[in-house]
């Protein structure tokens, strides 16, 4: 491939050290998201970066670029010195630090790092899956006094991209410290545990096992966002393959697990039975999360200007969107939150109702790579609003009337296909509106991510509040009596979400509502 930046080389006039602080700041950038369904089955890069979906959307806003040093900077060759390929191969042997780059895309360095990449998935974003069997635990009988507590379902997966939102505008400061960032994570993940083992009160149990646990969580999360470009760059999607599938393993593990350790052993000692097998996972992090470059020559630059968000969210086709979207975040991990509880409720077994949670994490992971697929060939709002009104109808039919461990199963599998095609149209727009602007992609993602955090978070008090308003089971009622409630706000707030991206649709007005975004404003002519 004939690279734009061996042109700049071969034309530029200016010193060598410049030209090369500004290849090396694009050889070294991060791409705006990491992770994606499409890219984690092996999907090709058809699409710009930007588009990439994933749990690493917050990094666009820093740059991490190798630092030459001055003295080193000084001795730097003319530009009609550097071998045409220098900057493509990425060999800069004694020429920009003085040391050996490692190969990027192959080798040891950069597989090891995946490797340990794919475990720490497993632990950070895997194990906060099986949240909901606790919760269902904590709240039976022989834990009453959290019966229908409304600050223990605060303990939800979602908590952790909340913190990742506010934490991520911070760490890149800290980026040259990176072993020491694993360390602190390492640490403050499993003290959480060891916390929440001894914590005789719901806020205690939330705040170790739910804020402290994403805290570090977040900081392994973050240096694993820092050094991934820098290893991979052709194999990006070959390599986030291997990475996300260790958040899809613990996903679909953890819960079966936390379900057997807590029937044979309760909450206490489940918690510091899970602490040597994470530490086991955790531990190839502290030697194999090391970038290409040495940590002493990586700084942080801000990418500028940075673009409004409240200029962004006045945009008409935007502010619609992120309605339609906290619409339904208000009631998306309601499935995740209330299915193993409503399965005791209907006398379960225990290993079934983390089969039906599992179910719920797998069927999703279908869902989003399906629609994926299809979002790519267009029809964005057709699938979405398709997707929400079938997500609703799924909750006031197969839910409403589920009474059988087989309709539970049927509704878990059901409603993940759903909701993951929701949310993987609402990336598709988000690549529309923005064009080829990184920046304005991750403004817009960021401003979703932050209000359908705080949705998603309401989901476990909202829900607890509406099963008291119906406290008593009767199996041959709707809902089983007492989840009537909860099932009619689930089906209402979708199928509310949905029709309003389908009636415009049907009108021709989504489409003018784009043109006003791709040509600034200005509507198309008719």
């Known amino acids: 491939m004939e690279s734009a930046l061996q042109v700049d080389l071969a034309r530029s006039e200016a010193p060598a050290e410049q030209v090369l602080d500004s290849a090396l700041g694009q050889i070294a950038t991060p791409p705006n998201v990491l992770s994606s369904p499409a890219v984690a089955e092996g999907k090709p890069h058809d699409k710009p970066e930007h588009m990439i979906r994933g749990r690493s959307e917050t990094t666009a806003q820093v740059r991490l670029v190798p630092k030459i040093p001055k003295d080193q900077r000084s001795r730097s060759p003319s530009t009609q010195d550097l071998p045409t390929n220098t900057l493509e191969s990425g060999n800069f042997d004694g020429i920009a630090q003085g040391f050996s780059l490692q190969p990027v895309d192959e080798g040891f360095g950069a597989w090891s790092y995946a490797a340990s990449a794919f475990a720490m998935f497993i632990v950070v974003w895997g194990f906060p899956q099986a949240f909901p069997v606790f919760q269902t635990h904590l709240s039976s009988q022989q834990f009453s006094k959290h019966a229908d507590s409304v600050i223990l379902p605060l303990l939800a997966p979602g908590l952790q991209d909340i913190e990742e939102g506010i934490l991520f505008q911070i760490l890149p400061k800290a980026a040259r410290y990176r072993q020491t960032l694993v360390l602190i994570g390492i640490t403050i993940l499993l003290l959480s545990l060891v916390l929440a083992s001894y914590a005789r009160e719901a806020w205690q149990i939330v705040l170790t096992q739910g804020i402290f646990y994403g805290i570090g969580g977040i900081l392994l999360n973050f240096v694993h966002v820092s050094i991934f470009s820098e290893w991979f760059d052709k194999k990006r999607s070959q390599a986030m393959s291997i990475i996300w599938l260790g958040y899809r393993v613990g996903g679909l593990a953890f819960p079966l697990i936390c379900q057997w350790l807590l029937d044979q052993h309760g909450y206490e000692t489940t918690l510091r039975v899970l602490l040597a097998p994470m530490l086991a996972l955790l531990l190839p992090t502290v030697v194999l999360f090391r970038g290409r470059y040495p940590a002493s020559t990586v700084v942080s630059k801000p990418v500028q200007p940075p673009v409004s968000k409240l200029a962004t969210l006045r945009n008409p086709s935007v502010a619609f969107y992120l309605l339609v ?199 198309p002519s008719e």
């Open 325 to 523: 979207a906290l619409l339904f975040a208000f009631v998306t991990n309601v499935p995740m939150m209330f299915i193993t509880k409503f399965a005791a409720e209907i006398e379960m077994y225990t290993f079934d109702q983390a089969l039906a949670l599992s179910l719920v994490f797998g069927s999703n992971v279908v869902g989003t790579y399906v629609i994926g697929q299809l979002s790519d060939r267009g029809f964005i709002d057709w699938l979405m609003g398709g997707s929400a009104v079938l997500a609703s109808l799924i909750h006031f039919l197969v839910w409403g009337l589920a009474k059988t461990k087989t309709s539970v199963f049927i509704y878990a599998i059901c409603i993940g296909l759903t909701n993951g095609g929701f949310h993987n149209c609402l990336f598709s727009f988000f690549s529309e509106v923005s064009g080829n602007d990184s920046e304005l992609f991750t403004t817009i993602h960021s401003l979703f991510s932050f209000f359908e955090g705080w949705a998603i978070l309401s989901v476990g008090p909202v829900g607890t509040a509406l099963l008291n308003l119906s406290p008593r089971v009767e199996i041959q009622d709707y809902a089983i009596g007492r989840y009537k409630y909860l099932v009619l706000y689930a089906g209402g707030m979708t199928m509310t979400s949905g029709l309003l991206v389908l009636i415009p649709v049907m009108r021709g007005s989504a489409n003018r509502l784009r043109g006003q975004v791709s040509h600034q404003g200005i509507a």
